[in-house]
């Protein structure tokens, strides 16, 4: 069964950094493609950035510049550096699959910029 745990959310002033990460278990970690997402209540899920088990990464344009995607294999983790934090970053932010991603999503790590 497939276990998403993300972690390391928080409030946070604007221009302040985060560190997000996502531990997953019950897949076989290192050939799966990982991304992170984020929803915002009444709005649905969108994509932020994605890394490939050979380590291939893309962004959303709206974080290009300031975030950045990582992966342990050894740890079955996927991290999300984020820095220069907006406002319009505030959401829940969700780790799974990519692409692809499993029907059964984590809990999220909610993420508060205040401005």
């Known amino acids: 069964q497939v276990q998403l745990v993300e972690s390391g959310g928080g409030l946070v002033q604007a221009g302040g950094s985060l560190r997000l990460s996502c531990a997953a278990s019950g897949i076989t970690f290192s050939t799966y493609g ?28 709206s974080v290009k510049g300031r975030f950045t995607i990582s992966r342990d294999n050894t740890q079955n983790t996927v991290y999300l550096q984020m820095n220069s934090l907006k406002p319009e970053d ?14 059964d999503w984590g809990q999220g790590t909610q993420v508060t910029v205040s401005s």
């Open 90 to 103: 505030t959401a829940v932010y969700y780790c799974n699959r990519h692409p692809s991603p499993y029907d």
């Open 34 to 61: 990982m991304g992170w997402f984020r929803q915002v209540p009444g709005k649905e899920r969108t994509f932020v950035a994605a890394i490939s088990a050979s380590g291939g990464i893309t962004y959303a344009d």
